[in-house]
């Protein structure tokens, strides 16, 4: 299976500031079927970005994602206090979809 | 609006049986892909049962097959997780989500999750 990898395992930034979460594949991924979740404590992950870069609908435009083959970034401009929460990519090129163990983005 | 609301989790001892459900409304449900995925501590977040949208094909992790069956009722708009022979291991929040595809596909939507306990 596609192990992904998440870093850094959390990142301390202030709100304003600009995240940068990586997530390698130990492969290359199927026509970069990768996706972007964000969740927040007691609630459901919500997807954010899919096919490596396409933000889903209604998510705002300083979320973007890139990258291809093993690895891809999700990016996030001008932090916003709602946007401090746990970030997972997931691979759903290659059966089994497999997740990453996550980012938490904090405040600093 | 899509909504999903699961239902059925709690406290079972070792061994014991659970029927999960996850009513759906706001899509077209026999249209899509649904998927029980779980989410531990330890293990993080994973694909548990996957089901078209006919229902037809189903999908199972090694971990679970065996004692794990989805199953759906596109006439009510419900999807279905019983489980049985249930072990430690499989003490997690449980989630129904939504996908366009089989296994080839991301999540658009996710329920809000049920805790699953199984302790003695």
């Known amino acids: 299976e596609v192990v992904l990898t998440q870093s850094p395992g959390t990142l301390s930034l202030s709100p304003g500031e600009r995240a940068a979460l990586s997530c390698r594949a130990s492969?290359?991924?199927?026509?970069?079927?990768l996706a972007w979740y964000q969740q927040k404590p007691g609630q459901a992950p919500r997807l954010l970005i899919y096919?490596?870069?396409s933000r889903a609908t209604g998510i705002p435009d300083r979320f973007s994602g890139s990258g291809s083959e093993t690895d891809f970034t999700l990016t996030i401009n001008r932090l916003e206090s709602e946007d401090f929460a746990v970030y997972y990519c997931?691979?759903?090129?290659?059966?089994?979809?497999?997740f990453g163990q996550g980012t938490k983005v904090e405040i600093k | 609006e899509v909504r999903l609301l699961e239902s059925g989790g709690g406290l079972v001892q070792p061994g014991g049986s659970l029927r999960l459900s996850c009513e759906a409304s706001?899509?077209?449900?026999?249209?899509?892909?649904m998927t029980w995925v779980r989410q531990t501590p330890g293990k993080g977040l994973e694909d548990v049962a996957v089901?078209?949208?006919?229902?037809?094909?189903?999908y199972y992790a090694d971990s679970v097959k065996g004692r794990f069956t989805i199953s759906r009722d596109n006439s009510n708009n419900t999807l279905y997780l019983q489980m049985s022979a249930l072990r430690a291991e499989d003490t997690a929040v449980y989630y129904c989500a939504v996908s366009r595809g089989f296994l080839g596909a991301f999540f658009d939507y996710w329920g809000q999750g049920t805790l699953i306990s199984v302790s003695s």
């Open positions: 706001g899509f077209i449900f026999s249209a899509y892909g």
């Open positions: 089901i078209s949208g006919s229902g037809s094909s189903t």
């Open positions: 997931q691979q759903y090129g290659s059966s089994p979809r497999t």
């Open positions: 492969q290359s991924v199927n026509n970069n079927y």
């Open positions: 096919g490596a870069s």
